[in-house]
């Protein structure tokens, strides 16, 4: 993926590391399986874990004692249930003037689908950042609906998940982990 399609992707989960000072919003569900949101049964095709990147692990959010694990690459990734749950991450590295910083964002929902629209109906959003030169801290955001345009195919490397958000173009890869 190039780094312009790319982008559009990290800004959305550096939005989140942006806003990592201001206090969470205590989340009570962290099952995607339990919510009570708009879903749809998905395609078994669909259903699974896709990723984009060199993540070595898919769990950088404990949910049980709500800590974040870092395990190292970067990268996004969706886990979509048959019952129409997901789950969605990213692990995002960038340094500039010598100074690091690393973004773990974890994210449930439901989804719809509709054709070659698929709705995610986002219950909550976690992320931790770290910065070598500054303020570290984490952020949570609630509900949230969005929109974009997906399909699956098949490519010289083999299955692919396309999805189009915020006018960039990601190809995810099953997970094979």
């Given at each position: 993926?190039?780094?312009?399609?790319?982008?559009?992707?990290?800004?959305?989960?550096?939005?989140?590391?942006?806003?990592?000072?201001?206090?969470?919003?205590?989340?009570?569900?962290?099952d995607p399986g339990e919510l009570d949101t708009p879903r749809s049964e998905l395609p078994s095709r669909l259903?699974?874990?896709?990723?984009t990147g060199t993540l070595s692990s898919l769990e950088h959010y404990d949910t049980v004692n709500q800590k974040?694990?870092?395990?190292?690459?970067?990268?996004?990734?969706?886990?979509?249930?048959?019952?129409?749950?997901?789950?969605?991450?990213?692990?995002?590295?960038?340094?500039?003037?010598?100074?690091?910083?690393?973004?773990?964002?974890?994210?449930?929902?439901?989804?719809?689908?509709?054709?070659?629209?698929?709705?995610?109906?986002?219950?909550?959003?976690?992320?931790?950042?770290?910065?070598?030169?500054?303020?570290?801290?984490?952020?949570?955001?609630?509900?949230?609906?969005?929109?974009?345009?997906?399909?699956?195919?098949?490519?010289?490397?083999?299955?692919?998940?396309?999805?189009?958000?915020?006018?960039?173009?990601?190809?995810?890869?099953?997970?094979?982990?």
């Open positions: 993926m190039s780094h312009v399609k790319s982008t559009t992707h990290r800004s959305r989960w550096a939005l989140g590391a942006l806003l990592y000072a201001t206090a969470a919003c205590g989340a009570a569900v962290m259903a699974g874990a896709w990723y974040w694990v870092d395990r190292g690459g970067s990268g996004f990734y969706y886990i979509f249930g048959a019952d129409g749950s997901y789950e969605s991450g990213a692990v995002i590295d960038s340094t500039v003037a010598g100074c690091t910083v690393r973004l773990l964002g974890k994210e449930i929902g439901t989804v719809t689908l509709e054709g070659e629209t698929m709705t995610a109906h986002r219950a909550w959003v976690r992320t931790h950042a770290t910065n070598s030169c500054g303020q570290s801290g984490e952020h949570e955001e609630g509900p949230e609906t969005t929109s974009f345009r997906w399909e699956l195919g098949e490519d010289e490397f083999g299955e692919v998940l396309v999805i189009e958000l915020d006018g960039g173009t990601a190809r995810y890869r099953p997970w094979q982990g």
